[in-house]
Structures are given as C-alpha cells and as structure tokens.
DNA sequence: CTGAAAGCGCTTACAG
DNA sequence: CTGAAAGCGCTTACAG
C-alpha cells in the first residue's frame, strides 16, 4: 500500500499538497492538482481511512458484531430481524461477518473491526477466542447456544424434544419416527435427548430414524425434497403411526409426502418457520426472533455496564398445535 | 473520552507504562498494574481503537454497508441473503445500517466507517448523499430501485404491474379490484402504471381500490389481518370477480377472506414470498435473493475496477401461475 | 497556491 | 520493570 508520502515525493510535492488534492482540491492549482492525481492513480494510492480518522477525531461509531456458522437456516433470518429490532432504539449498527472464508479468519479480524460487543450465533467459541475478545475488552453473548460462565441466550432444546414426544404420546401414537440431521450440535443432541427421554418414560423407543446429510453453505429449503424422498420411503418401508421431524423444513417434505400418499401419520416439527402456519403444521415453536431481540439487548446492557456479570437467559419453547 | 496521557499522569507513569498495562501487563509490577489499573477504571478510559490500528497497521477489512428503508418488509430479509451470499466468495462483511435514527445520521456516519461500498436498498439517496460517498471515494449501486446514472439493479416494476393485469385479463376477468398500500414510491406508481395502462388496454378500469396504511417500524405481518377484513368488505359490498394485491402477505390476509367465504373470485399477488408456495398463490415473482446476489457482486467489481461507469441491470419478473 | 511542522492517540524497540 | 522518543499515515493551521 503506498502512502501519501510516495505520492507527494513523486509528484515533487509536499504531503500537505497530496491531502488537499485527495480532499477535493480546494486551493489548489489547476497543473499540481493533474500531477498528483496522476501519480495516485499510478500508484493505486488510497488515503488510509484509519489515520485520517485519527487526526479528524472521527472514530466509527460502536458497532454489533455478528457471527453466524455457515450452514445458513432460514431460522438465522428470524434472529438478525430480532437483532436488527432489538439494534434499532440504539445507534448500533451490526456488522455480519461472512463466515465464506474460515471462522480464524474472521476471528483474527475481530479486534480491528473497533466492536463495542460481538453475538456469536449457534455455536461456542473457542478459549482462544474469548480471550482475544476479553483482552480487547468486547463483551460477547451468545445466541442459541449454551455454555456456562458464558452469557447465553438460548432455548431449552432438551425440553422442546420432551414437547415433542408428549405430543405425538398425547396421541397415543406408538411407533414413532425420527428425522433428522446428521451434524452433531448442542442443538440437535439436547433435542434428541429430550425426545428419547421422553419416549424411554413410556417404554417406547424410536421406532425408525433417518439423518439427512446437511452441507454447509446450501440454500436451506433444497432438504425439504429430500425429506420428501425419505418420508416417503419411510411409510413404505416400515409401520409407523408418527413421526417427529428436527426441523420444520424436514416436516414439509414431510407435509408432501404424507398428502401423495394419503397417510394418516402424525407429525410435528420443530421451529414454527414463517411458512408453518399456513401449512397447518404442527411444531414446537422456537421464538427467534425473540432470541435476536434479547440478544441484542444483553448485549447493549454489557456494553454500558461494562460488566461481565453472567446472565443467561432460557428461553421456553412452545408447543403449536395444527392440524397434522 | 480520556486518553492515555491522561491516565498516565494521574497514575504518575509513563503513557508506554499504561499501553502495557492495558495490552494484558506483561513485564509490569504488580503494584503498577493494579495502579494503573485504578485510574483508567475510574476515568473510564478505553483505549482508541483507531490510534492503536494505525500504529499496528491493522486496518479494518473492507466492508460492504446495507441501507434498508425503516419499513422492514419480509423481501428485505430475501435480499439481505443474497448479499450475504454474494460476499461470501469473498473477504467482504456488510454494516447493515440501523435506521432506527434518522437517515441523515446514517449517512454522516459513512464517511468514518471504513466503508469499501455501499448497497442502498429500495430507496434513492440524495444529492448530498451521494455527493457524500463520491468525495470519499465509496462506490454504491441501489438495489430495487432505479435512477438514471446510478448503477441500479432493479425489478421491471411496470412490467409486472401488466404482467399480473394480463393474467387477470387472461382469465376473462372483468371487475377488478385493487388492494395496495398509502405509501408512494416507486416501486409502488411503477407497479400501478403497469397495471392500469394493460387493463385500459382493454377498456377496463379498477373496479375498487383499497389502501392499507403502511407504517414504519411495523412488523410486516399485522398488514395480514388488515387485508383480510378489507377484503371480506369488498367482497361484500362489491361485485367483484378478481383482485391483485400489490405484495403477497397483503394476498395471504386475502386468501383467508376468500376461503371463509367460499368466494371464487381469482387473485393474484406481488413478490413470491416464500409462503406463497405452500398458500398455492398466484403471484408475480420478485426475486429478491438474486437481486441481493447481482448487487453484491455488481459492488465488488466496482470496488476492484475503482470504475464508476454505470451497468444497471433491469430484471424481469415471473408470473407464477399456482391455484388462486 | 504551497511546504514544513505539529499533532491525532496509540505501540514498541531502546536504554537504563 | 520503566520512561522517553520515534513513528504509524494522515490533516490543517501557519507562514510564506
């Protein structure tokens, strides 16, 4: 990166010259004005924004950092609104840092970014880390995941699995499927515990469970045709009067599935997505938008107190029933 | 804001004392850390992350601003991921702006974010504005919205206006209603000009039109419900045979209306928003996702190029034939 | 119209 | 372990 230094010794001016010209140009000549731009553009010279913030006194404004992983489901759209609301009394902007490249990276840029506070979302962070946060001073919360000495906002994912069972039990269903990812996460591992647990009470186990395989950096919605493909294996294959879907996407493959083949099958999902309620879905809501909004607010009151108190927050999940 | 001489003097030490202290205290005594320590608590002090960049030559990555509207439609968060995804191949964040303040704090703010371009979001900018970013060397295109020499990627508008009037029209339709919001902009006039000059293309008229009062900072939903009893109260006072709803959740309050009054009459909505799918509405699809995908991509080759030459990009929208 | 110099608020060898 | 000094890359009176 050349500076302004290289410009003005080029140009055969003085620095002063060189910033005027990059400021517009106010009192100077026609001929020295062409000269420098010139060489600046030969150059490729930028101004460098971080010193002429420093002497002009004008230090960006605090920021949210925001951190997502990269398998991107539509519930993470839910949060950033929450987020985005939960933001809007404030003067926080928020920054969503692009996970394309490798999590390191964007953590490295962390401490240049000048974050008043950083949301990390759907997973924990490494004590590396934290630590560089902590030795910067960003106070952090997490979203949707759990850990302690670390403030989290989440959902009691072991309970919202219980829901489930209780559900399809309520029912007096008992041959009872399960459909889910085959990532391992807090998440999914909390929920599947709950739900096993649940169906262990009443001596029941999962009668047939099959995991889609979940890429990262995939638009969401192409596993609802794969569910679809997997449901209907299912009913074919094996006698089965329920079935519990991870997620709501899973549940409206599921949703297709069922209609073709005109099953009586019970379901439910797991998340109230937008499109649930109109499908008549029945589903233990997971209330993201909620989760962004205190998010945002835990992290606000972090940033003003400048405290590091811990105050996790669960968040209960609720059981919606629909019509499946 | 204090400054690291002041804490310096007051705790009686040098300010490369305090620098130490304040970087995690290495080679420094216990006694002058927790001294040190004392004052910048109590004055408050925290260290310009902007001085300490420039001297670390750790400039903050460059960054990609959003600028959204404060009415916070559902489409937002469509293209919100598209420019999520379009960045992800490369190194690019984006600030997404809190309008929560006013516009003109938002953009005094620019200057000093370090901002490589900026993505302006269904509005246009002022001269000022604009003036603003070109002084500064920011490049910026507008994202559903065009204005001659700026780069604009945007939707045909007046087309998809005709395009749902023809299909109306196709269906031997002739009392037509609309039902559209009080705002004017111009994706709305666009929108309405197409439609009403196809319709008196065919000596028609709109046969009743409704306007739902659109506030800012309102969750998009509740409109739902408005255009539910609206369109139970055309339908009853009006004789009517088909409606066009300027965006599909207006269409979604309006499926409701028609199902609990077994009313045949067609419609057709705006956008594809992604429960229209699963409602089975018609509708003239907008595709937001890739509207944010072109943007992204239009504001990287900008930044590389340095250019300003301006490569709008008008993208045409799709009807969605589906069971309304 | 122009250059030399001071200064923005930090960090970091360097010498002690 | 500590302080004085140089320097990061700019901007802006100031004197000419």
Chains 1, 2 share one sequence.
Do not use: W
Request: hydrophobic share 35%; glycine share 8%; proline share 3%.
């Amino acid at each position: 990166m050349p500076t302004i230094k290289e410009v003005a010794k080029l140009a055969g001016v003085g620095v002063g010259t060189v910033s005027r010209v990059m400021n517009g140009g106010q009192n100077v000549s026609q001929e020295t004005m062409e000269k420098v731009l010139e060489v600046s553009r030969k150059l490729k010279y930028k101004p460098n924004r971080t010193a002429r913030s420093l002497v002009k006194g004008h230090y960006s404004q605090p920021t949210i950092g925001v951190i997502f992983t990269t398998a991107i489901h539509p519930f993470f759209y839910e949060i950033l609104r929450g987020i985005y609301y939960g933001l809007q009394q404030s003067h926080y902007s928020m920054l969503v840092f692009n996970m394309g490249d490798d999590r390191s990276n964007v953590f490295n840029r962390i401490p240049y970014e000048n974050l008043a506070g950083v949301l990390n979302v759907s997973t924990k962070m490494t004590m590396e880390e934290k630590k560089q946060l902590k030795i910067n001073g960003v106070p952090y919360v997490y979203l949707d995941y759990f850990e302690e000495d670390v403030n989290s906002i989440y959902l009691d994912n072991y309970l919202g699995g219980e829901m489930a069972a209780e559900y399809l039990l309520s029912k007096n269903l008992k041959k009872i499927a399960f459909v889910g990812e085959n990532t391992s996460n807090q998440q999914f591992e909390k929920r599947f515990a709950g739900f096993t647990a649940k169906l262990k009470e009443n001596n029941l186990g999962i009668a047939c469970q099959r995991l889609i395989d979940v890429k990262e950096n995939m638009p969401f919605d192409v596993y609802e045709k794969e569910s679809y493909y997997l449901t209907k294996e299912i009913l074919q294959k094996n006698d089965i009067d329920g079935i519990f879907y991870y997620c709501d996407e899973f549940a409206y493959g599921g949703i297709n599935a069922l209609r073709e083949l005109e099953s009586p099958v019970n379901i439910i999902g797991f998340d109230d997505t937008v499109p649930s309620k109109y499908l008549g879905l029945t589903t233990i809501r997971q209330p993201a938008y909620q989760l962004g909004l205190e998010g945002a607010r835990q992290i606000m009151s972090l940033i003003i107190s400048g405290d590091n108190k811990v105050l996790s927050k669960c968040i209960q999940p609720e059981l919606i029933v629909r019509s499946t």
